[in-house]
C-alpha cells in the first residue's frame, strides 16, 4: 500500500474560506478538471480512530472516472490509498470487530460484474466474497457480530451469461420485446423498469450462503440492523399500487428467511432514511416528509418512532428547515444531523426530548454525509473555495482532515464569492450569490452570466463550483439565484411554485440581474443566462419573457411540457400537480408558453443534452432548437451519444465546457471567436 503522510496542523483550516497564499497564481482552466477529486462516502471504524471513504479523479486515457478507497486517521496524519487498479471501488463497509473493509467493485474475479469483495484492514489483496450472477447489489451492511452481511439485492431480468471459458467465443443474444404494464414505467439510467423488486437478503460470511428475508411485490431500501442483530429496520411503499403514491414508511423485521414485516410509521405522506437505531435498540430515527403532491418541493424533519411500536414524535416540527444524515450521540440522547439553511448546510442538533435546534458550526459551507461513532463525528465540507473532503468535527469547530485538492487549490487563483439580497417584483425577499472574476476591479464592467441551479428543489450554497470559478476565470461575473422553489428558506417559499411553473421564478431570476447591475459592475449590455435540467427549463421561461440576454444556454431542458407527460418519469408529479392535459389543458398551455410563444425568443440559444436521458429527455432540447431555427433565430443543438441525465464520460465533460465558454464569448465578448465544431464520426 501507497501511504500519504499529511500533517494535521496543515490540515486544520478555518470556515468559511482556505488562506490563499500571496503568491501570483494562474487562472483555472478547463482541464484543470482533469485534476480535482471527488472525495465521498466516509465510513468511521468501530474505534472511532480511522475514516475510511473513497476518492475519485479521471482517468483521461480511459475517459473514465475511477474511484479508490482511501482511509485516514483521526488526527489526520496518515493517509492511506487501500485499492489501485483500472475498476472502480465503492460502498467501504467497516467491520464492527474492525478486521475486515468490505466494498463493491466490478474488478476482474471469479464472477463478472459488480461484487462485494473483502480487505483484511492490516494489508494484504482483497477478496471476492460474493458471486452473483442473477442479482443486483445495492446496499451491504455488516451484522453486529461480524458475520453476516445485510444485502438489499434485486433479481435480473436475465442473469449474466456465464464466465467465457479459454478458447470459446460466446454467442451474442438477441434481444427481447420490452413488456411493459406499469403506471411510472420508467426512469433516468435504470431505463424501462420491469417487475423485480429490491429485497433484503441475509449472506453468511464464513460459509457464502444467501437467505431471503423478505419476498413481497414492494421494494426494500436503507435496511438497517438493530443494535443487537435481531431486527432489521428499512423503508418501503407498501400502497396498493406503489407508482401511484409517495407514501413510504419505516417497517422493521426480524433479521431472519420469511419473517413478517411489521409497519411503524402512518404519516401519509413520504417517510425516508438515512434510519438511524438509538443505542439501545428502542427507537429508530427518519425523516418525514409533508403531503406526497409536493413530490418535487419536499422538506423533510427528523422524527423517531419506538422499534416496537408506536405513535411517532417529530423532533423538528417547529424548524422550517430540511435536515439530512440523522445520527444518535452515543448515549442516545440526542441526534446530530444536517441541515440546508440559506445557502449553507451545516451539522445541528437536537435533544431527544425536542426543544430548539442547535447549530454546532458557525460559517458559511455546505456540509453532507455526516457519520457519528465512538465519540467521533466525521462529515464532508466544501466551501467556496475548495470542493469538499473529510473534516473531524470537534465540538464547535470543523478539522480538515484529507487533502486530496490541496495541490490544485494552491496553484490557481479563484474568484470571490459573496452574498446578495434582494427583493422580487412582488416585494419578496430573495438571496443569491454573485461570483467576481479572479482579479476583480471595482468600477470596472463585467459580461455577466445568470446561472440557474436545477430542482426546482435544491439551492446553490458556500461550496466550490467548479462551472463558476471557471466562468470566473474567464472574466464573468456569475450570479446565482434562490428562486422560489429552492430549499434552505423553509416549507412555504418552496412550496410556492406548486403547479406554477416559470412565473415567481422568472420574476426572482431577473430581480437578481437588476440587482447586480445596479451595483455598477455588471454589464447590461452583455448578460448571458443558462442552466441545466430544472435550469434549463428556466431558461427557456426566461428567455421568452425577457429580451435582455444576448446569449443562453439550455441544458437538459424542456419547454413544451404537455410533449413531457409520459416521455420522461415525472408522471405522478405531473397528475397530482397539475393533472392530466385533458383535465387541464389551459393549465398545461401555461406552464408550455416559451414553446408556444417561441416567436418571442430572439436571444442565441444553445442546447444540449444526453440522448439516454430519461429525466429530462433530449426531445425537450430538440423541440425549442426546432422552434429557433425555423425562426432564424441563431441556435446550435449539441447530443451527447450515450448520456443520462448527469454525465459520466469525462472527454464529454469537457466538451461541455469548451462549448459554454465559445457560446458564451461569441455572444458576449469582443472579438467574436466561433463556437467548436460538433466532432464528426470520424473523430468520436
Known amino acids: 500500500m501507497r501511504t500519504l503522510i499529511l500533517l494535521s496542523a496543515a490540515l486544520a483550516v478555518s470556515l468559511p474560506s482556505l488562506a490563499q497564499s500571496a503568491a501570483a497564481k494562474r487562472s483555472l482552466t478547463v482541464d484543470d478538471m482533469y485534476r480535482l477529486h471527488d472525495v465521498a462516502d466516509p465510513q468511521l471504524s468501530p474505534d472511532g480512530k480511522w475514516v475510511a471513504y473513497t476518492a475519485s479523479s479521471i482517468d483521461k486515457e480511459g475517459d473514465k472516472k475511477l474511484s479508490h478507497l482511501w482511509m485516514t486517521s483521526w488526527d489526520g496524519s496518515q493517509n492511506v490509498e487501500l485499492t489501485f487498479g483500472s475498476e472502480s471501488e465503492s460502498s467501504p463497509r467497516w467491520s464492527p470487530d474492525g478486521k475486515y473493509i468490505s466494498f463493491v467493485s466490478s474488478r476482474p474475479g471469479k464472477t463478472k460484474g459488480s461484487q462485494i469483495w473483502l480487505m483484511d484492514r492490516r494489508g494484504g489483496e482483497a477478496r471476492q466474497l460474493t458471486h452473483f450472477n442473477d442479482y443486483t447489489i445495492s446496499e451491504h451492511e455488516w451484522s453486529p457480530d461480524s458475520k453476516k452481511l445485510l444485502l438489499v439485492l434485486q433479481q435480473k431480468l436475465e442473469p449474466d451469461a456465464a464466465d467465457v471459458k479459454p478458447g470459446e467465443v460466446e454467442k451474442p443474444k438477441p434481444p427481447k420485446p420490452i413488456v411493459i404494464d406499469r403506471?411510472?414505467?420508467?426512469?433516468?439510467?435504470?431505463?424501462?423498469?420491469?417487475?423485480?423488486?429490491?429485497?433484503?437478503?441475509?449472506?453468511?460470511?464464513?460459509?457464502?450462503k444467501l437467505e431471503q428475508v423478505t419476498n413481497d411485490e414492494f421494494d426494500e431500501t436503507d435496511a438497517v440492523w438493530s443494535p443487537d442483530g435481531d431486527r432489521i429496520a428499512f423503508i418501503s411503499n407498501q400502497e396498493k399500487d406503489p407508482d401511484r403514491s409517495e407514501n413510504t414508511d419505516v417497517f422493521v423485521v426480524q433479521a431472519r428467511p420469511g419473517a413478517a414485516a411489521h409497519k411503524l410509521t402512518t404519516n401519509p405522506g413520504p417517510d425516508r432514511g438515512r434510519l438511524a437505531w438509538s443505542p439501545d435498540g428502542k427507537l429508530i430515527a427518519y425523516l418525514q416528509g409533508i403531503e406526497q403532491k409536493y413530490s418535487a418541493y419536499q422538506i423533510e424533519r427528523l422524527a423517531v418512532v419506538p422499534a416496537d411500536g408506536g405513535p411517532s414524535r417529530l423532533l423538528t416540527g417547529r424548524f422550517d428547515r430540511g435536515v439530512s444524515f440523522p445520527a444518535f450521540s452515543d448515549d442516545g440522547r440526542s441526534l446530530l444531523f444536517v441541515t440546508a439553511d440559506d445557502q449553507s448546510e451545516y451539522p445541528a442538533k437536537v435533544s431527544l426530548k425536542g426543544g430548539s435546534v442547535e447549530r454546532l458550526v458557525p460559517g458559511k459551507f455546505v456540509a453532507s454525509h455526516l457519520v457519528s461513532k465512538a465519540g467521533h463525528t466525521a462529515l464532508l465540507v466544501s466551501n467556496d473555495d475548495a470542493p469538499e473532503e473529510?473534516?473531524?468535527?470537534?465540538?464547535?469547530?470543523?478539522?480538515?482532515?484529507?487533502?486530496?485538492?490541496?495541490?490544485?487549490?494552491?496553484?490557481?487563483?479563484?474568484?470571490?464569492?459573496?452574498?446578495?439580497?434582494?427583493?422580487?417584483?412582488?416585494?419578496?425577499?430573495?438571496?443569491?450569490?454573485?461570483?467576481?472574476?479572479?482579479?476583480?476591479?471595482?468600477?470596472?464592467?463585467?459580461?455577466?452570466?445568470?446561472?440557474?441551479?436545477?430542482?426546482?428543489?435544491?439551492?446553490?450554497?458556500?461550496?466550490?463550483?467548479?462551472?463558476?470559478?471557471?466562468?470566473?476565470?474567464?472574466?464573468?461575473?456569475?450570479?446565482?439565484?434562490?428562486?422560489?422553489?429552492?430549499?434552505?428558506?423553509?416549507?412555504?417559499?418552496?412550496?410556492?411554485?406548486?403547479?406554477?411553473?416559470?412565473?415567481?421564478?422568472?420574476?426572482?431570476?431577473?430581480?437578481?440581474?437588476?440587482?447586480?447591475?445596479?451595483?455598477?459592475?455588471?454589464?447590461?449590455?452583455?448578460?448571458?443566462?443558462?442552466?441545466?435540467?430544472?435550469?434549463?427549463?428556466?431558461?427557456?421561461?426566461?428567455?421568452?419573457?425577457?429580451?435582455?440576454?444576448?446569449?443562453?444556454?439550455s441544458g437538459a431542458g424542456s419547454a413544451d411540457q404537455i410533449s413531457m407527460y409520459g416521455l420522461d418519469e415525472y408522471v405522478f408529479q405531473y397528475d397530482n400537480e397539475l393533472g392530466p392535459p385533458w383535465k387541464n389543458l389551459n393549465g398545461w398551455l401555461k406552464v408550455s408558453y416559451p414553446f408556444?410563444?417561441?416567436?418571442?425568443?430572439?436571444?442565441?440559444?444553445?442546447?444540449?443534452?444526453?440522448?439516454?436521458?430519461?429525466?429530462?429527455?433530449?426531445?425537450?432540447?430538440?423541440?425549442?432548437?426546432?422552434?429557433?431555427?425555423?425562426?432564424?433565430?441563431?441556435?446550435?443543438?449539441?447530443?451527447?451519444?450515450?448520456?443520462?441525465?448527469?454525465?459520466?464520460?469525462?472527454?464529454?465533460?469537457?466538451?461541455?465546457?469548451?462549448r459554454y465558454l465559445a457560446w458564451y464569448a461569441k455572444y458576449l465578448k469582443q472579438p467574436a471567436s466561433a463556437p467548436p465544431q460538433l466532432p464528426t464520426e470520424a473523430t468520436r
Open 596 to 658: 408556444f410563444h417561441a416567436d418571442r425568443i430572439h436571444t442565441p440559444t444553445l442546447f444540449m443534452g444526453g440522448d439516454k436521458d430519461f429525466n429530462v429527455p433530449l426531445a425537450g432540447g430538440e423541440q425549442m432548437y426546432q422552434a429557433l431555427k425555423t425562426l432564424r433565430v441563431p441556435t446550435e443543438l449539441i447530443i451527447y451519444p450515450g448520456e443520462f441525465h448527469g454525465f459520466k464520460r469525462p472527454s464529454f465533460i469537457h466538451d461541455r465546457y469548451e
Open 183 to 208: 403506471y411510472h414505467f420508467k426512469e433516468d439510467i435504470v431505463g424501462y423498469l420491469g417487475p423485480k423488486h429490491n429485497h433484503i437478503y441475509l449472506f453468511d460470511i464464513a460459509t457464502e
Open 390 to 553: 473529510v473534516f473531524a468535527l470537534d465540538g464547535a469547530s470543523l478539522r480538515k482532515i484529507t487533502g486530496h485538492n490541496d495541490a490544485l487549490l494552491s496553484e490557481v487563483r479563484l474568484g470571490a464569492v459573496e452574498d446578495i439580497s434582494f427583493k422580487s417584483k412582488d416585494g419578496t425577499e430573495v438571496h443569491g450569490l454573485l461570483t467576481k472574476p479572479a482579479g476583480f476591479e471595482a468600477g470596472k464592467k463585467y459580461p455577466t452570466l445568470l446561472r440557474i441551479h436545477g430542482g426546482p428543489n435544491g439551492q446553490d450554497g458556500h461550496e466550490f463550483r467548479f462551472d463558476n470559478q471557471l466562468f470566473a476565470a474567464n472574466g464573468y461575473l456569475v450570479i446565482n439565484v434562490n428562486y422560489r422553489g429552492s430549499s434552505g428558506r423553509g416549507e412555504d417559499y418552496q412550496k410556492t411554485i406548486f403547479a406554477d411553473w416559470g412565473d415567481k421564478e422568472v420574476a426572482d431570476l431577473l430581480a437578481a440581474v437588476d440587482h447586480v447591475v445596479s451595483m455598477g459592475s455588471a454589464d447590461p449590455e452583455r448578460l448571458g443566462i443558462g442552466g441545466w435540467s430544472y435550469g434549463g427549463i428556466l431558461t427557456d421561461y426566461t428567455i421568452a419573457s425577457d429580451q435582455r440576454f444576448k446569449a443562453a444556454i
